[in-house]
Nanobody, 125 residues
Framework: QVQLVESGGGLVPAGASLTLSCADS????????MGWFRQAPGKEREFVGGISGSEETTTYADSVKGRFTISRDNARNTGYLRMNGLKPDDTAVYYC??????????????????WGQGTQVTVSS
């Protein structure tokens, strides 16, 4: 059973960096591809990026490409979202998710089977 717990959110100034973590207390995360999504106030939840369970593939939304990096440590059952050059538009609740595939990375919420509780990231101007 996958149980995702996120941490690392906070309030930072524009231009700062932040790393979010997503730990699986069920210790089975290596079997799943992981995705990161975010939801800003009044907006729909959007795909940020993802990494395959095999760690061979990553993909990013155009809005974060070159600034955000997704990685994972399967030995620690933890995924990471490193965010550099943060902008006020990056302000949102960030969610990690896991899907039943080691190779494919879904881009839609419906592709994912398990979700974390979300962590708030606020970027001040």
């Amino acid at each position: 059973q996958v149980q995702l717990v996120e941490s690392g959110g906070g309030l930072v100034p524009a231009g700062a960096s932040l790393t979010l973590s997503c730990a699986d207390s069920g210790r089975t995360l290596s079997r799943y591809s992981m995705g990161w999504f975010r939801q800003a106030p009044g907006k729909e939840r959007e795909f940020v990026g993802g990494i395959s369970g095999s760690e061979e593939t990553t993909t990013y939304a155009d809005s974060v490409k070159g600034r955000f990096t997704i990685s994972r440590d399967n030995a620690r059952n933890t995924g990471y979202l490193r965010m550099n050059g943060l902008k006020p538009d990056d302000t949102a609740v960030y969610y990690c998710a896991a899907m039943n595939s080691r190779l494919r990375i879904g881009h839609r919420q419906g592709d994912y089977d398990y979700w974390g509780q979300g962590t708030q990231v606020t970027v001040s101007s």
